[in-house]
């Protein structure tokens, strides 16, 4: 296994198409973490899976982002109608927990990010 | 709704000057993680901190966690050319999604 993997690294779309990230985490991982980071600033927390549920999307996502992780093995995020404001990098984390709801045992593990630019 | 503040936002030092960078929780932590991002790069975990009043170090770097588990501090000592990136504090929320807040990082430049 090499890491959580990211697909594509970047993206240039015109205001108003659809995008769709692919991210591969970690096997074993069971937690998986999309967050959203623009210049400057931390990444800020979009949505995770616990397997194939997603447990908790933040209320800062509107609804033309949607994420699925079928299987619970990869995930997609796609943004819907995307707006300049969409223009960032896209991250995606997984981390392994030792019981379903416990703490991790360590950090989370990034992939590369796409970085999606909205002209 | 939960807010880890971190200070400074830039810190520009001479190479062998020492670091610090501090972080601050609103609302008590289940545990603290440090992240490294290089320039153009991604987070890369370096630690969690877990218990109150913590302290590790790895090589030339000390974290520790404060006693009411809402702050805690990175410093570097003599620090390299190779400790350039913006370091992030990440507070992970007490309730079961353990998900992780991210400061807004401390960018580090080390003059040569």
């Known amino acids: 296994d090499t890491g959580v993997s990211q697909d594509p690294r970047h993206k240039i779309t015109k205001r108003g198409q659809n995008v769709t990230f692919r991210c591969d985490p970690i096997?074993?991982?069971?937690?998986l973490y999309w967050y959203r980071q623009t210049l400057g600033q931390g990444p800020e927390f979009l949505t995770y899976?616990?397997?194939?549920?997603?447990?908790?999307k933040s209320r800062l996502l509107s609804d033309r982002f949607s994420a699925e992780r079928p299987k619970g093995s990869f995930s997609t995020l796609e943004i819907q109608r995307t707006e300049q404001g969409d223009s960032a990098m896209y991250l995606c984390a997984s981390s392994k927990f030792r019981l379903a709801t416990g703490p991790p045992e360590y950090g989370y593990t990034f992939g590369s990010g796409t970085r999606l630019t909205v002209v | 709704g939960q807010q880890v503040m971190q200070i400074p936002q830039y810190q520009h030092v001479q190479e062998g000057e020492d670091f610090t960078t501090y972080c601050n929780s609103s609302?008590?932590?289940?545990?603290i993680q440090w992240y490294k991002q290089r320039p153009g790069g991604h987070p890369v975990f370096l630690i969690q901190?877990?218990?109150?009043?913590e302290v590790k170090k790895q090589k030339r770097l000390t974290f520790q966690f404060g006693e009411a588990k809402k702050n805690s501090s990175l410093h570097i000592t003599a620090t390299q050319t190779t400790d350039v990136g913006t370091y992030f504090c990440?507070?992970?929320?007490?309730?079961?999604?353990?998900?992780?807040?991210f400061g807004s990082g401390t960018r580090l430049l080390v003059r040569p």
């Open positions: 899976f616990q397997n194939e549920a997603q447990l908790e």
């Open positions: 096997s074993e991982h069971n937690r």
């Open positions: 609302t008590t932590l289940s545990n």
């Open positions: 901190l877990v218990k109150s009043g």
């Open positions: 990440a507070g992970m929320s007490m309730d079961s999604s353990y998900k992780l807040i």
